[in-house]
C-alpha cells in the first residue's frame, strides 16, 4: 500500500519560531517523484507551499514561504522535510505532503501549484 505520512506538527508555536515537518514514504520510493507540500487553512483556498523536483533536487518556492521554508529528501531514510523558520501566525494551516508536484510557470518563476496523492496532514499552528 502506498502511503505518505506526515509528522512534526501538532504544536503551538510562536511567532518566529521554527519547526520541521517530515514526509515518510511507505510502500514506493519517494525519489522516484517530485514531492511536494501543501496547506489548507479554515475558509481559505489550498494553497502550494513547495516542491522538490525527482532529478536535480530542484526546489521551488510559493512567494509566501521563500526564505524561511527549506524542503529537502533524505533518499537513504525515504524521507522529504520542510523546515520552517520565522514562522508567522498566516502559516497556521494543515500541511500536507504529496507526491508528484507540478509546477506553473508565472511571472519568470516556476511556483508549486498541482499535485498527487497526499497523507492525513498535519497541524501547524503559529501563535502568541
Known amino acids: 500500500q502506498l502511503q505518505l505520512v506526515e509528522s512534526g506538527g501538532g504544536l503551538l508555536v510562536q511567532p518566529g519560531g521554527s519547526l520541521r515537518l517530515s514526509c515518510a514514504a511507505s510502500?514506493?520510493?519517494?525519489?522516484?517523484?517530485?514531492i511536494g507540500w501543501f496547506r489548507q487553512a479554515p475558509g481559505k483556498e489550498r494553497e502550494g507551499v513547495s516542491c522538490?523536483?525527482?532529478?536535480?533536487?530542484?526546489?521551488y518556492y510559493a512567494d509566501s514561504v521563500k526564505g524561511r521554508f527549506t524542503i529537502s529528501r533524505d533518499n537513504a531514510k525515504n524521507t522529504v522535510y520542510l523546515q520552517m523558520n520565522s514562522l508567522k501566525p498566516e502559516d497556521t494551516a494543515v500541511y500536507y505532503c504529496?507526491?508528484?508536484?507540478?509546477?506553473?510557470?508565472?511571472?519568470?518563476?516556476?511556483?508549486?501549484?498541482?499535485?498527487?496523492?497526499w497523507g492525513q496532514g498535519t497541524q501547524v499552528t503559529v501563535s502568541s
Open positions: 504529496a507526491d508528484d508536484c507540478r509546477l506553473t510557470y508565472y511571472s519568470g518563476s516556476y511556483y508549486p501549484t498541482d499535485f498527487g496523492s
Open positions: 510502500g514506493f520510493t519517494l525519489d522516484y517523484y517530485a
Open positions: 522538490i523536483s525527482r532529478s536535480d533536487g530542484s526546489t
